[in-house]
Structure formats: C-alpha cells, structure tokens
C-alpha cells in the first residue's frame, strides 16, 4: 500500500482527488493511500469468500458489500475521518448507509493480501478497525494459503478466534455456525 501524496489533505481534498480518479484510494489520518489493482488469485478468493457469507446470510438481518464500495469509519470514540475499501464488509447494522457509502463501523471485515499491502493490512488496518470496533477481522494471506481470524473479546481488543493454512476449515466467531473449507477457498 503506497501513499498516494506525502502530505496530508483534508477530507474534502480526498473526495475531489477521488472524483478524478480511477485508482482505489483511502484516506487514513489525512493521508491517501492507493489499493493495489486486484490479482487473479485475488479475485478468486474474494469470490469464493463472498459465495459462502452471501449462502450464510440468507435472510439474516446483515448484508454483505465488496470492494471497492467506501466505508467511512465513524465511531463516538474515535476523532478524524477514515475512508477505507475492503475486500469484503458484512454490515449488520443498517443505519449508516447513504447514497454513497456507508458511514459507521462494519460488524466483519475481510481483507485479501497482496504482496504490496501486507504491512498495511497486518499492521494500520489490524489496528484501525479494532479502535473503530469492527467485531471480526479475516486476514487472508494467498501467498500462505492461510486465513486468520481475530474477534474483539470484553476489552475491546483483537484476539485470534481461529487461524488455518493450507487445510481444514476457518470459522467465524461473530457468525455462529460459519464455516469455509480452505481448499475451497484457495482452489484455483
């Protein structure tokens, strides 16, 4: 994940950057961040993830959005504005939605590595989404052909609820009776 400036713009800036255009980009801490183009293998797993949440969700009360789609991170105890674009978003809770993106915090977030975004990923995002209060965060690494999944517990901090690689199936904590069989999820 490469900044896409070295200063800093303010949210207004971000959003007429974005409307001239075509590249993926975030806005964290007044800086934007271009998402690298997604690969094949990328895609794949992206579509054989959603395939699966999109079967569980079947007349549940959320919904499912795929990149690029905005989220605008907003919670009571947290300052600034953040724009981010997923992979995949499981919104639970309705009343952030507008015409143009939605504004709130996702109740599960799924981020896909590429080999350009792993620390952005591991690291800014990791930290991002649990002060926000995301309640799951999937990590799939392609390169490993492994999916961690991290779930707050009662302080508000992420803690793995499950990791995989190569075998067997990956769960979810947040929606009970999930489950993704991994050579499913990496077959190519």
Known sequence: MNQYRNDSVSVEEYFRIRE???????Y???FVYMSPSPSTIHQRISRNLEINF??????KPCELFHAPYDIELKSEKMEGT????????IICD??????ARYVGV???IVEILSPSN?????ITKLNL????GVKEYWIVNPMLCAVTVYALNVENMYEQHDMQINTGEITSKLLNGFRVDLAYLFNN
Do not use: C, R
Not at 82 to 89: A, G, H, L, Q, T
């Open 82 to 89: 953040k724009v981010v674009i997923p992979d995949i978003s």
């Open 54 to 59: 999109l079967n569980f969700l079947v007349a």
């Open 20 to 26: 001239n255009s075509d590249t993926l980009l975030e």
């Open 129 to 132: 989404y649990m002060n926000y």
């Open 118 to 122: 792993q620390s952005h990923d591991l």
């Open 94 to 99: 309705k009343s952030g939605f507008t015409d």
């Open 28 to 30: 964290i801490d007044g």
């Open 106 to 108: 996702p109740s599960l």
